[in-house]
Nanobody
Framework: QVQLVESGGGLVQPGGSLRLSCAAS????????IGWFRQAPGKEREGVSCISGSGTPRYADSVKGRFTISRDNAKSTVYLQMNSLKPEDTAVYYC?????????????????????WGNGTLVTVSS
């Protein structure tokens, strides 16, 4: 019943931008932290960004200053605005939820603690 659905991925040139969306259904988003994680072929999943239920954001060093996370609880949607994209940003991007998580650095590191996951959306950054 609890579902997360990512959208907004695609092919962009280096330096371009994309906005990803994570739409939640089956539960109220207000009390959940939402994290964005990504996985490139042959690599382990890594944390990208997280936002707490109160709106506190957190970013991995690799995307800080380029990505912005936000949430609209009324629309049950979390967004990830990605600017100045680099080829190394190429990956499948997943959103995940965890109730009452404060969204600190541990949230991004210990991705396996997230309770619900979407199926991902592919972002390809290439010339």
């Amino acid at each position: 019943q609890v579902q997360l659905v990512e959208s907004g991925g695609g092919l962009v040139q280096p330096g371009g931008s994309l906005r990803l969306s994570c739409a939640a259904s089956g539960f109220t988003l207000d009390y959940y932290a939402i994290g964005w994680f990504r996985q490139a072929p042959g690599k382990e999943r890594e944390g990208v960004s997280c936002i707490s239920g109160s709106g506190t954001p957190r970013y991995a060093d690799s995307v800080k200053g380029r990505f912005t996370i936000s949430r609209d609880n009324a629309k049950s949607t979390v967004y990830l605005q990605m600017n100045s994209l680099k080829p190394e940003d190429t990956a499948v991007y997943y959103c995940a939820a965890r109730q009452h998580d404060p969204c600190d650095s541990h949230t991004l590191i210990y991705y396996f603690r997230m309770g619900n996951w979407g199926n991902g959306t592919l972002v390809t950054v290439s010339s």
